[in-house]
């Protein structure tokens, strides 16, 4: 979605640009704009996405939990 968004945000440039008339060329320089908002809304939450943790946990990782300890510091000892 997020590249056809690209596209699109590149294809009202391209159309305010080449219109003759001040509303043609006003109406696509917003749609551009607008489309520069939108794509780069979409490219950073695919980011974001792409590096969150899951929102699920295991079976341990509960069973840590219902004792009390903490389920995503496996490895650290307690002091």
């Known amino acids: 979605m997020r590249w056809l968004l690209f596209v699109l945000t590149l294809f009202a440039f391209v159309l305010c640009f080449t219109r003759h008339s001040a509303g043609a060329w006003g109406f696509w320089l917003l749609m551009g704009f607008v489309g520069i908002?939108?794509?780069?809304?979409a490219f950073a939450q695919a980011r974001l996405a792409g590096s969150s943790r899951?929102?699920?946990?295991?079976?341990y990782?509960?069973?840590r939990?219902?004792?009390?300890?903490?389920?995503?510091?496996?490895d650290r000892p307690e002091r």
């Open 37 to 41: 908002i939108a794509t780069t809304l």
């Open 54 to 59: 899951v929102d699920s946990l295991s079976e």
């Open 61 to 63: 990782d509960l069973m």
């Open 65 to 74: 939990l219902r004792e009390g300890k903490d389920p995503l510091n496996h």
